[in-house]
């Protein structure tokens, strides 16, 4: 998803801002419970890039949030 259609999202209130756990972001991410190691193992295995890419935002099982 766009910067662009994301800020909408906030902007007309759909969500309750950039750290929503709905949002497909760091904060939102850390906000759903997954922990800073999760989030950095996700990164190496799919790696980071400014280019746009195509895949799964989120495979099944490559992040694990923390268990309460």
């Given at each position: ?7 909408l ?7 309750s801002g ?10 939102g991410l850390?906000r759903?419970?997954?922990t800073p190691?999760?989030i ?8 980071v ?12 099982g490559t992040?694990?949030?923390r268990?309460?």
């Open positions: 998803m766009s910067k662009r259609k994301l800020r999202l906030v902007e007309k209130g759909y969500v950039w750290d929503d756990p709905r949002m497909p972001t760091i904060s850390r759903r419970g997954y190691e999760a950095r193992d996700f990164c190496d295995r799919i790696g890039a400014k280019s746009k890419q195509h895949g799964r935002y989120c495979p099944t992040l694990h949030s268990r309460s």
